[in-house]
């Protein structure tokens, strides 16, 4: 139940944890400082704060399951195995953000990276998920189970695999604010919502866009759809 707050030094958790209370962990990280957990996190429906500033790694290898907020204020390069929470808010990581495993959020997903994102991991839960890079996105694996929107926008290309289908009970919008174009390979579904590409598209496989449309749901392409013979 107690913080840990270092100046640019290491934080390492060797074995199992689990938080008796909320807990904040901040290694400075203006030079160094890195935070690593090497195996599970239980939360017990507790808080979990990370800083580990602009140049501390931050690393969960074994799966963090419990309920709680997730927040994670700054870190260089991110790397997350499997996460249950309820909601996960990265506010900042100046390299690099990586979902390795499977991520269930009862509320909302927020990624906010400086670099990549990467998305290894299905999301099987969230009631709405914001993708935000300042380099490049890559879905790998399927977004399901969001009750409502979806925001997925990249100064880089983003790019859907084939198994990166995505499923809202929302709108579904990429590249809003951002100019980074998408190449997709991966299916859009929604419950009468709008779909919406606003920059340029290019297709890398057979690509399905539904949005039920029985009282609404526009699908928008605002730039150029390049099919690659698909």
Same mark, same amino acid.
């Not at 990280?29 to 935070?35: D, K, L, P, R, T």
């Not at 390795?100 to 994102?117: E, F, P, R």
């Not at 100064?155 to 709108?171: E, F, H, R």
């Not at 390979?185 to 297709?203: H, I, K, Q, R």
């Given at each position: 139940?107690?913080?840990?707050?270092?100046?640019?030094?290491?934080?390492?958790?060797?074995?199992?944890?689990?938080?008796?209370?909320?807990?904040?962990?901040?290694?400075?990280?203006?030079?160094?400082?890195?935070?690593?957990?090497?195996?599970?996190?239980?939360?017990?429906?507790?808080?979990?704060?990370?800083?580990?500033?602009?140049?501390?790694?931050?690393?969960?290898?074994?799966?963090?399951?419990?309920?709680?907020?997730?927040?994670?204020?700054?870190?260089?390069?991110?790397?997350?195995?499997?996460?249950?929470?309820?909601?996960? &808010?990265?506010?900042?990581? @100046?390299?690099? !953000? +990586? =979902? *390795? #495993? $499977? %991520?269930?959020?009862? /509320?909302?997903?927020?990624?906010?990276?400086?670099?990549?994102?990467?998305?290894?991991?299905?999301?099987?839960?969230?009631?709405?998920?914001?993708?935000?890079?300042?380099?490049?996105?890559?879905?790998?694996?399927?977004?399901?189970?969001?009750?409502?929107?979806?925001?997925?926008?990249?100064?880089?290309?983003?790019?859907?695999?084939?198994?990166?289908?995505?499923?809202?009970?929302?709108?579904?919008?990429?590249?809003?604010?951002?100019?980074?174009?998408?190449?997709?390979?991966?299916?859009?579904?929604?419950?009468? &919502?709008?779909?919406?590409? @606003?920059?340029? !598209? +290019? =297709? *890398? #496989? $057979? %690509?399905?866009?539904? /949005?039920?449309?029985?009282?609404?749901?526009?699908?928008?392409?605002?730039?150029?759809?390049?099919?690659?013979?698909?």
């Amino acid at each position: 139940s107690g913080d840990v707050t270092t100046t640019d030094d290491d934080v390492t958790f060797t074995n199992a944890v689990t938080l008796g209370g909320a807990v904040s962990i901040d290694t400075g990280g203006v030079a160094a400082g890195n935070i690593l957990f090497s195996s599970t996190v239980g939360t017990a429906g507790n808080n979990l704060t990370l800083d580990a500033g602009p140049a501390g790694n931050v690393t969960l290898s074994g799966a963090l399951s419990g309920g709680g907020d997730l927040t994670v204020t700054d870190g260089a390069v991110q790397a997350y195995g499997a996460l249950t929470v309820n909601s996960i &808010d990265i506010q900042d990581a @100046t390299t690099s !953000v +990586t =979902l *390795g #495993g $499977a %991520v269930a959020s009862t /509320t909302t997903i927020g990624i906010n990276s400086g670099g990549t994102i990467v998305q290894n991991g299905a999301i099987t839960s969230a009631t709405t998920v914001d993708l935000d890079a300042a380099s490049t996105i890559g879905l790998n694996a399927a977004i399901s189970g969001v009750s409502g929107t979806v925001a997925i926008d990249a100064t880089g290309t983003t790019t859907i695999a084939a198994a990166g289908d995505i499923s809202a009970g929302g709108a579904v919008t990429f590249g809003a604010a951002k100019a980074g174009t998408l190449t997709t390979s991966g299916d859009v579904t929604t419950t009468d &919502d709008d779909v919406t590409f @606003t920059n340029a !598209v +290019t =297709l *890398g #496989g $057979a %690509v399905s866009i539904d /949005t039920g449309g029985v009282a609404a749901g526009n699908i928008l392409f605002s730039s150029t759809v390049g099919t690659a013979g698909n």
